[in-house]
């Protein structure tokens, strides 16, 4: 598809809705429905169009293994580093009253940086999965050459 016009300009007008669609379920996720595996979800599914309409190495160059390695531990650190500071804080693990002088909001807080820890490690994690299922056609053709006589 990298050589198809439309494909590409409909991906570079969608793309952006798609990212602050994402925004949009994470922050109203203390409201209504949504929340951090479903932001974190559209956030992955944003970069996967991405990569489909305008290839893989492009996608990789944008959110590369490192960073999403990285993003993996940040995400998971910060869901279990709310509840050790809410232990710290004289609470029970993830008890969110404790994070403000005022439970109401400390609850808010609580649920607010859980929730971007779960969005974090989500999206990181849907796109290592896509990554690695992406990387197998090109494994597959190496073991091909390789058989052939044709590879190192």
């Known amino acids: 598809m990298k050589m198809q016009m439309v494909p590409r300009v409909i991906a ?14 994470q922050f109203h996720g203390d409201f209504g429905p949504g929340g951090g595996f479903q932001a974190g979800v559209i956030l ?5 169009f991405y990569g489909l309409i305008y290839g893989l190495p492009l996608a990789r160059r944008a959110v590369p293994d490192s960073l999403l390695e990285v ?3 940040a995400g998971v650190l910060i869901y ?8 710290l804080l004289g609470g029970n ?5 404790v994070l403000d002088s005022d439970p109401v909001h400390g609850q808010h807080r609580g649920i607010f ?4 820890g779960v969005a974090v490690t989500v999206s990181s994690v849907m796109l290592k999965i896509f990554y ?5 056609a090109n494994l597959e053709d190496e073991d091909v050459t390789d ?6």
């Open 12 to 25: 570079k007008l969608l793309i952006p809705f798609i990212l602050l669609f994402a925004l949009y379920v």
């Open 44 to 48: 992955a599914a944003a970069v996967i």
């Open 71 to 73: 993003l993996i531990a």
């Open 80 to 87: 279990g580093g709310v509840g050790v500071i809410g232990m």
């Open 93 to 97: 693990f993830l008890d969110y009253f």
């Open 113 to 116: 940086w859980v929730e971007v």
């Open 132 to 136: 690695m299922f992406a990387d197998r």
């Open 147 to 152: 058989e052939t006589g044709g590879g190192t």
